[in-house]
């Protein structure tokens, strides 16, 4: 029996490298058994998916399996597949990142976040909800990992402000009896009588710091979804529909945020709700009982905050520079081609300026831009110190933040989704898909939701949307239904990896903290992916319906040789 554990340890330290060995032999029968190009495709799209979901190779090395593979098993020439590693789109996720970059080296997103909190006030309902709407609009723009690592020290600043020591308030948790009780020296030790009370006041103040926790990484998942530079999916998304639909032209950075922004705000206020309620944060007892502790305690955290907004100090030069830019960057894109008005895109040669374009042209600036107020007198000022010209960003710091791994990622999924698509592989599943033909449109949003929720949670979001997204428009064809009323919801449903700490870089930052339990996630956050699907639903079933006309079959989704007479469901 020693033995066989012995053994069973032994095989799992080189997990990866069997991983590496054994998946290709496994999957060689796909080469004999299926149609020869399609078999070909399918083998390398199993291979990519296993190493990505078991993280056998790192992510991006994965990623460039298309560069040696297509070429040499004849799936596709490398000048077809090179290419699609910098596609306008990765130009679009490029240029969001450095504004990122700039808006986090000169500190305006924790300006932002303060001053957010300031408004909401410090009842803990109220700053949960400050930290997820600080949250989920950080990571509109910024990295949901980076926008979690920098509001989780704020909250938990706040927290001992609100009840003292950690330590202290997990050990007052277990106290039994009146002359085990400890007392958190934050406290006013004559107003908590009892052991019993101690116990029970412990109890809620811990459930309301892991509401505080919680909430932010969700806040920022959801919150990437609002713009199409958020979060690596929305990005495969467009890229995979201009790959598989060159003519459809109807999402763009503005008609995105139209759709998908109310569909944030939405949920957000959903899990606030959720958030509050299963952690104390809506219950009354906080305003009614103990009024003078709890004014106490949220007079300590109010002077918190006030206190780290003060040590900010005025707004300088280079931060209302990076505001402007970051405004101006915003506005340009959204007023481009918003579909519902017309844009400033009517200016120039059509199909010429694309998202990608504007994002360049703004973050190009920021390289020269001074960093500190110009001024005439100091050409004339001998006696003026001759400082070095600083501009709002250098290409060092801009290449240090940029994750290079995720464009690489980009691109895989993007070559991927080509030789699907040049194969016949997409088709020759969709062919494999006749039983869904039977189930309503709506009800087969919820599925596709669900099960790519589901299976975000064990894997990257990047990876899962690049291995189901070919299927799905597949699907969407086979069916006969607008491709963008599957591949909207299953784009965001990959978002939702609320779970498990495992499912996101955010959900293991917050873990990591050590006050979290796996349970905790999970109770919280099996619920939270009910409420993202329903949302999902909401939003495709109303606005999005309206806004993407989601009740009819395009022209630009019908094969060339295909009658043009228009399919309703």
Request: aromatic share 14%.
């Amino acid at each position: 029996m020693e033995t066989i554990s012995t053994f069973a340890k032994k095989l799992w330290c080189v997990k990866k490298q069997l991983i590496l060995f054994l998946t290709p032999l496994i999957l060689l029968p796909l080469l004999f058994g299926l149609p020869e190009k399609e078999g070909k495709c399918l083998y390398v799209v199993l291979l990519m998916a296993v190493f990505w979901c078991t993280e056998a190779l790192p992510l991006a090395v994965t990623a460039m399996l298309p560069v040696c593979l297509f070429p040499t098993m004849g799936i596709l020439p490398s000048k077809k597949v090179c290419p699609q590693y910098f596609l306008d789109t990765n130009f679009l996720f490029l240029s969001g990142l450095v504004m990122a970059s700039a808006i986090e080296e000169w500190g305006l997103h924790r300006r932002i976040a303060l001053k957010v909190l300031k408004i909401v006030g410090v009842k803990p309902a109220w700053l949960i909800l400050g930290m997820m709407i600080t949250s989920a609009f950080l990571s509109m723009w910024l990295s949901n990992t980076a926008t979690t690592a920098m509001m989780l020290p704020i909250a938990n600043a706040i927290l001992e402000s609100l009840f003292g020591d950690l330590d202290t308030l997990k050990e007052n948790c277990k106290v039994k009896d009146e002359t085990e009780a400890r007392v958190n020296k934050h406290k006013q030790t004559e107003q908590l009588n009892t052991a019993e009370e101690i116990r029970t006041e412990s109890e809620y103040q811990m459930k309301v710091w892991k509401g505080f926790l919680i909430c932010i990484p969700y806040a920022a998942s959801i919150g990437g979804t609002a713009t199409l530079t958020g979060t690596a999916p929305n990005l495969i998304l467009i890229g995979q529909l201009k790959s598989y639909f060159p003519e459809c032209d109807l999402i763009n950075f503005g008609s995105w945020f139209a759709f998908a922004f109310p569909l944030m705000v939405f949920f957000l206020i959903l899990g606030w709700l959720w958030i509050s309620f299963l952690y104390g944060g809506l219950n009354t007892r906080l305003c009614v009982k103990k009024q003078d502790e709890r004014a106490q305690a949220e007079a300590k955290a109010e002077a918190v905050i006030d206190e780290d907004y003060r040590k900010l100090g005025p707004i300088n030069f280079a931060e209302g520079a990076i505001a402007f830019f970051f405004i101006l960057f915003a506005v340009l894109l959204f007023t481009r081609d918003p579909k519902f008005v017309t844009g400033w895109s009517t200016f120039f040669n059509k199909g010429y300026v694309s998202d990608a374009t504007t994002g360049v042209i703004i973050v190009s600036i920021l390289f020269f831009f001074p960093s500190q107020k110009p001024s005439l007198s100091w050409w004339f000022d001998s006696r003026a110190p001759n400082t070095p010209y600083v501009p709002l960003l250098s290409w060092k710091k801009a290449q240090e933040c940029v994750p290079w791994n995720i464009i690489l990622l980009l691109g895989g999924g993007f070559a991927m989704a080509k030789g699907c698509e040049e194969s016949g592989l997409a088709a020759w599943i969709g062919a494999y898909l006749q039983p869904i033909a039977q189930v309503p449109p709506a009800v087969a949003v919820m599925f596709i939701t669900a099960f790519l929720a589901c299976f975000t949670e064990f894997a990257s979001n990047t990876a899962t949307i690049i291995i189901f997204l070919p299927v799905i428009a597949e699907l969407a064809m086979f069916v006969k239904v607008n491709p963008l009323y599957f591949m909207i919801p299953a784009t965001t449903g990959c978002s939702f990896a609320f779970m498990l700490p495992v499912s996101t870089p955010p959900n293991s930052i917050a873990f990591a903290s050590g006050h979290l339990l796996v349970k905790d996630m999970v109770k919280t956050g099996f619920v939270m992916n009910i409420l993202g699907i329903l949302s999902v639903s909401l939003a495709m079933n109303t606005w999005g319906r309206a806004m993407f006309s989601l009740e009819t079959y395009p022209d630009w989704a019908r094969p060339v040789n295909m009658s043009s007479t228009s399919a309703t469901y």
